[in-house]
């Protein structure tokens, strides 16, 4: 009879390490999930969107007059009065992601503003929740790399924020395209080039970056 209790026991331990397992495999999964993603393209001069936050919902607005590729934007939350002002806008809004990125426990939105020249650059600002409310904190641009030419892709995984970008070689000379990818072999391409890059032509590494609050700069990822 005791044999069997200790089985049992044995049994339901094994069972609780299991669901503990199994419950900090699923934290990690959600940690390093992809934030919801808000398309704000169509936030043209004249229109605004809202962006769900939790309880809360960010309305982004660009003013009627303005042109496409620059001026200013506003993002407001009534709920708790909050109203950025008038930002800069150098390009046209592209997405928000929300998340928390600040590690308070409070949704925080990411906005994406494209440039509308050849490289496309993005500019980052983040709405971010704080003891008295929220407040706007521009992110920097990504640091002087070598090769960079803008294009960058941007995200938020797992609470962070991620910038990333090809890079170029102006230098003609034989050498490997590491932009390249089977489906480029598909097409007739090959992984080698020897003339310098064009701007629809990258074949330098990619750099990912994430921002670092500690010292509010980027740092390139692993």
Same mark, same amino acid.
Do not use: K, N, P, Y
């Given at each position: 009879m005791s044999g069997t209790k200790g089985t049992a026991i044995a049994i339901l331990c094994s069972l609780a390490v299991a669901a503990a397992w199994i419950a900090t495999r699923d934290a990690h999964a959600e940690r390093a999930a992809l934030a919801p993603k808000t398309d704000l393209r169509s936030v043209t001069p004249g229109l605004r969107t809202t962006v769900p936050m939790g309880d809360l919902e960010l309305a982004v607005s660009v003013p009627a007059g303005e042109g496409h590729t620059?001026?200013?934007? %506003? $993002?407001?939350?009534?709920?708790?009065?909050?109203?950025?002002?008038a930002l800069p806008r150098d390009g046209s809004l592209e997405a928000a992601w929300v998340d928390d990125v600040n590690e308070d426990g409070k949704p925080d939105a990411v906005l994406v503003v494209r440039g509308g020249g050849s490289g496309s650059y993005a500019s980052l600002v983040v709405v971010e929740s704080s003891a008295g409310g929220f407040v706007v904190r521009p992110l920097p641009t990504a640091p002087p790399t070598a090769g960079y030419m803008g294009h960058d892709e941007v995200l938020v995984r797992g609470g962070q924020i991620i910038r990333s970008f090809p890079t170029y070689?102006? %230098? $003609?000379?034989?050498?490997?395209?590491?932009?390249?990818n089977a489906v480029r072999g598909r097409d007739g391409e090959w992984p080698v080039k020897s003339d310098p890059d064009h701007n629809a032509g990258p074949s330098g590494k990619t750099v990912e970056l994430g921002f670092d609050r500690a010292t509010g700069s980027w740092r390139e990822l692993e």
């Open positions: 620059g001026g200013t934007f %506003r $993002a407001e939350i009534s709920q708790v009065g909050f109203d950025s002002g070689v102006e %230098r $003609a000379g034989l050498r490997i395209d590491r932009q390249w």
